[in-house]
């Protein structure tokens, strides 16, 4: 237990605030780590309105012994010198709150020919960036997407996507954010296993997502499962074993590995701490390897 205690996280979902209390019964629960929501990127380019958030932020994680990660806002994409500004103070929040990853959608277009001046600008604004991460000893993560309702996939949704983007920047502070409950719904929908989407990109996660959803919600057998929930929405963020993702058969590659395992439940899907940390014991095990420091 003391081990997927180390590695085990929880986000705190979005436009909730993060406060001592809140904070305090994630890590009485179990939990070593915690994601948070960034500010919105007005507020991440404000130097002054960015530093008094983030550090109020510090304060109420300084009551925890709980590890930190960022998620930047989902709507911001580099390229741009707005963005680009953006993302810059992203990064100085993530180090005022000792925050060892950012969590940042890449490659979140659509695959045609008018994204590609987009895509261009986007890497060589995250080759900069990877670069001032590294002073600041942060991580940026890209995470694997996918449609949240049934519709065009962006390229992201292709996890090998974005080890081309990170060995074509080639920064140790640029890895990959799996998302295995992103991967379930995309690897349902093209008709093949989740271990084959994932395994190509294990080397390269520093960090893993993950929730349980009912997949691309073809199969009958997901039908008695949607009188709950919103019956055409993919990206549902159940917690583990709500849903028909095939925790069996990729535990062992998630136990085998050594990064942070954060809990991505939304409400009104989401138990209490306590029952969402024993969720995630019953679908990972209890046997999963200690960190490595990123």
Same mark, same amino acid.
């Given at each position: ?141 890209? &995470?694997?997407?996918? %449609?949240?309702? $049934?519709? +065009? @996939?962006?390229?992201? *949704? ?5 080890? #081309? ?98 809990? &991505?439940?939304?409400? %009104?899907?989401? $138990?209490? +701490? @306590?029952?969402?940390? *024993? ?5 990972? #095990? ?9």
């Amino acid at each position: 237990m003391e081990r997927l205690r180390a590695r085990a996280g929880l986000s705190v979902p979005h436009e909730w605030w993060s406060s001592a209390a809140l904070l305090k019964s994630y890590e009485a629960a179990g939990f070593g780590w915690v994601q948070l929501h960034s500010p919105p990127t007005s507020v991440l380019r404000a130097a002054g309105e960015c530093l008094r958030h983030a550090g109020a932020v510090r304060g109420a994680l300084e009551t925890t012994a709980l590890d930190p990660v960022l998620h930047a806002p989902g709507d911001l994409r580099v390229g741009g010198r707005d963005a680009d500004r953006a993302f810059q103070g992203l990064l100085s929040y993530a180090s005022e709150i000792g925050a060892s990853q950012v969590v940042y959608h890449a490659r979140a277009l659509p695959d045609s020919s008018p994204s590609d001046e987009l895509l261009r600008k986007e890497t060589a604004s995250l080759a900069g960036l990877a670069w001032r991460a590294e002073q600041l000893g942060v991580t940026i993560a890209v &995470e694997n997407l996918t %449609p949240v309702y $049934p519709g +065009p @996939e962006t390229i992201s *949704a292709v996890p090998f996507s974005l080890r #081309g983007l990170v060995q074509r920047i080639g920064s140790e502070h640029l890895g990959i954010c799996l998302d295995v409950g992103h991967a379930h719904v995309t690897a349902d929908a093209r008709h093949t296993s989740l271990e084959r989407l994932i395994e190509p990109v294990l080397d390269l996660v520093t960090l893993f997502h993950v929730h349980d959803n009912l997949g691309a919600r073809r199969r009958s057998a997901a039908v008695t499962l949607s009188q709950e929930h919103d019956p055409l929405r993919l990206d549902l963020h159940l917690p583990p074993g709500r849903g028909n993702l095939p925790f069996e058969r990729i535990a062992g590659l998630l136990n085998r590995h050594r990064a942070p395992l954060v809990l &991505e439940v939304h409400p %009104p899907n989401r $138990p209490p +701490p @306590e029952e969402l940390y *024993a969720a995630l014991t019953r679908a990972i #095990g209890p046997g999963v390897r200690e960190p490595t420091p990123v």
